[in-house]
């Protein structure tokens, strides 16, 4: 039973953990996203 209780606590934390963070990494994406498309196509061949 103990076992199992660190278990779902374990899962709430990281549930938690990326509730949290996740609005960061979205908005990191999104900022990644404008900076490619902001790229001329050639610094993109460069990056790819």
Do not use: G, Q, W
């Not at 990281?14 to 990644?32: A, C, G, K, Q, T």
């Amino acid at each position: 039973m103990t076992s199992s209780a660190k278990t779902t606590k374990r899962i709430i934390a990281n549930h938690l953990v990326i509730r949290s963070v996740y609005p960061f990494i979205e908005m990191v994406v999104n900022v990644d996203l404008i900076s490619m498309m902001s790229f001329t196509p050639a610094d993109e061949v460069v990056i790819i």
